[in-house]
């Protein structure tokens, strides 16, 4: 079975500053790998995801995340952080190509931009 | 506008009762989800349907029920019999074609037990 460990549950950061969510998972085969992330009282939303090819995925607004299979991880980066970045952000993975796309996620990590 | 409508948006019930969220979606998908979100425990998965008159239990089935009669929608009922059942509820969608991995979620619904 997968699992996905977020291993910070909060983190703190000052506007333009740079940011780190790290994410590790675990898997004995193959896996998918997704960033979602959700705003207060909303529902989660795809930020990037990693199928196969190019270890380094990016998103539309400056976020980008890189796949290590010796390392087993995921981290979500960004270069300068805004306040419209506040947000939870969640890790997930799957092994479910075709069918239902069961994704196991991580607990959450919750940045909080401060100005 | 194409996407998943989850009501309500909030909702309070008293011991004992039953209650339905609904979740409805425009995207012609054939997956949908119901993921249950407590603070620091992430989601977890609650019921899935693959397509229409089928279903499977997730990780925490115990004490939800689920139905899929038409391919728009997939109604979730917390029984009586689900022992901690505040929580928010997220509704989700996926198309079947491999490799998209997306999932589109409803805004969710927020359940208090009073």
């Known amino acids: 079975a997968q699992s996905v460990t977020q291993l910070d549950s909060q983190v703190p950061v000052f506007e333009e500053a740079p940011v780190e969510l790290r994410c590790n998972y675990s898997?004995?085969?193959?896996?998918?790998l997704f960033w979602y992330v959700q705003y207060p009282n909303q529902g989660l939303q795809l930020l990037l995801k990693?199928?196969?090819?190019?270890?380094l995925v990016e998103s539309i607004n400056g976020f980008e995340a890189e796949f290590n299979k010796s390392q087993t991880s995921f981290h979500l980066r960004k270069p300068s952080v805004h306040i419209s970045d506040t947000a939870e952000y969640f890790c997930?993975?799957?092994?479910?190509?075709?069918?239902?796309?069961?994704?196991?996620f991580g607990q959450g990590t919750r940045l909080t931009i401060n100005p | 506008d194409g996407g998943i409508t989850q009501s309500p948006k909030y909702l309070f019930r008293k011991e004992g009762q039953n209650v339905t969220l609904s979740c409805e979606q425009n995207?012609?998908?054939?997956?949908m989800y119901w993921y249950r979100q407590d603070p620091g425990q992430g989601l977890r998965l609650i019921y899935y349907?693959?397509?229409?008159?089928?279903?499977q239990k997730g990780d925490i089935a115990e004490g939800y029920s689920v139905s899929r009669e038409k391919k728009e929608s997939f109604p979730l009922t917390v029984t009586s019999a689900q022992k901690n059942p505040t929580a928010f509820y997220l509704c989700?969608?996926?198309?079947?074609?491999?490799?998209?991995?997306?999932?589109?979620f409803g805004e969710g619904s927020r359940l208090t037990v009073l």
């Open positions: 349907s693959q397509i229409v008159n089928d279903f």
């Open positions: 898997s004995s085969v193959s896996v998918y």
């Open positions: 989700a969608s996926s198309a079947r074609e491999i490799g998209t991995g997306e999932l589109f």
């Open positions: 997930a993975v799957s092994v479910a190509p075709g069918g239902a796309q069961k994704l196991v």
């Open positions: 990693y199928l196969s090819g190019s270890t």
């Open positions: 995207l012609n998908h054939d997956a």
